[in-house]
């Protein structure tokens, strides 16, 4: 069956611009997480949700982050006046329920100039 | 708090020979503990898991894990690895309850690297 979806692989953008990363999980999977893969930081959880609700919201680095998840479905992570240290490969993973494995999308390699 | 320590970043190795990474965690809950491999431009695959019951448990690829609570240990071994098992290496916990709850933690990763 269908994996863990995200959109663009790849996005270039000049320092300043907003960018809007996608994040379509496997149908079924009620949880959904961010995470953040950087060379210095390694493997950094951003939030989760459940359902459409996000118990966890701590490992948003900034208030330029936020991240929105509707019909229990597909999510979206904005990022604001985005800033070269934001330059990462940000992963996407869902799960049937929060205790149950993570399965990973294939990212989206963000590069800000 | 939880950590995870994978204790080698490199670990090189010929064609056929067994292979060890290792992995450390602490945590003041009782956890989940997983392993990801992770090709060159690609997501996190799961290679394995353990969550409860046999201490051994048995992956994808050839690759199997044993959890040692005393030790705070979850390395991982293969017997004999391949030219294909050159990727990067990922050892996770998962908290089963308080602040920390729902979130995977990473080890900063090994790279294994099989010659021929």
């Known amino acids: 069956g269908a994996g863990v979806s995200q959109s663009p692989s790849n996005k270039v953008t000049e320092k300043g611009k907003d960018v809007e990363l996608r994040c379509d999980p496997i149908s079924g999977h009620t949880a959904l997480y961010w995470y953040r893969q950087s060379l210095g930081q390694g493997l950094e959880f951003l939030i989760y949700?459940?359902?459409?609700?996000?118990?966890?919201k701590s490992g948003l680095p900034s208030d330029r982050f936020s991240a929105e998840r509707t019909g229990g479905s597909v999510s979206t992570l904005t990022i604001q006046r985005t800033q070269q240290e934001d330059s990462a490969v940000y992963l996407c993973a869902s799960s049937l329920y929060v205790d149950q494995p993570q399965h990973f999308g294939d990212g989206t390699r963000l590069s800000i100039l | 708090a939880q950590s995870v320590t994978q204790l080698d970043s490199q670990v090189p190795v010929f064609e056929e020979a067994p292979v060890e990474l290792r992995c450390n965690y602490s945590?003041?809950?009782?956890?989940?503990l997983f392993w990801y491999v992770q090709y060159p431009n690609q997501g996190l695959q799961l290679l394995l898991k353990?969550?409860?019951?046999?201490?051994l448990v048995k992956g994808i690829n050839g690759f199997e894990a044993e959890f040692n609570k005393s030790q705070t240990s979850f390395h991982l071994r293969k017997p004999s690895v391949h030219i294909s098992d050159t990727a990067e290496y990922f050892c996770?916990?998962?908290?089963?309850?308080?602040?920390?709850?729902?979130?995977?933690?990473f080890g900063q990763g090994t790279i294994l690297t099989v010659h021929p």
């Open positions: 949700f459940q359902g459409n609700s996000a118990p966890d």
């Open positions: 945590s003041s809950v009782s956890v989940y």
């Open positions: 353990y969550l409860s019951g046999s201490t």
């Open positions: 996770a916990v998962w908290v089963t309850g308080g602040t920390s709850y729902g979130k995977l933690t």
